[in-house]
């Protein structure tokens, strides 16, 4: 029996969805939430972009991406917390354009995603971050981010 948008919004549109029960709905649910992730309630559309990165497949990505370009911090961040979920061949151009956010909370969770993936072709934006970035507090996120690649490269992050 085919999955409707319906049940898709009656599960995914709680307080605290089971994102791990909710990604069992697999790939069917996935042109939903691509419906969901446009959606006016910067609520539905942050869970429904999260939960397309846990779902394994390529239009899962499409998701994301929408879900990144949104005009609500609240989804962007949600996109961003979702990057970690993907393969980092896939996650690369999303997250090196998020690492740019003008919203503190989105670098934040990009950074967090690259950090996570172990993305080391992405260090040199992560050097400027620990050395530019307004907030404090993403400087050194950043650079405990450098030492984490240098831990996975087996390098010196200095």
Partial sequence: ????????????????????????LGPEAVPHLKVLVRS??????AKAAYLASLIETDESLEVVEAASASPHETVRVAAAAGLRNLAPAQAGP???????????????????????????????????????D?????????N???????????TDPN
Avoid: C, F, H
Wanted: negative net charge; glycine residues 8%.
């Fill in 1 to 24: 029996m085919p999955i409707t948008m319906q049940q898709v919004l009656g599960r995914l549109d709680t307080d605290e969805p089971d994102y791990a029960a909710l990604a069992t």
């Fill in 40 to 45: 006016d309630d910067p609520g539905v559309a």
């Fill in 94 to 132: 999303t997250v090196e354009r998020l690492l740019d956010n003008e919203d503190a909370g989105v670098r934040k969770q990009a950074l967090q995603a690259v950090t996570a993936l172990g993305m080391s072709d992405l260090e040199p934006k992560v050097k400027k971050m620990a050395a530019e």
């Fill in 134 to 142: 307004p907030e404090e507090g993403l400087r050194q996120l950043a």
């Fill in 144 to 154: 405990q981010g450098l030492q984490r690649i240098a831990e996975v490269q087996g």
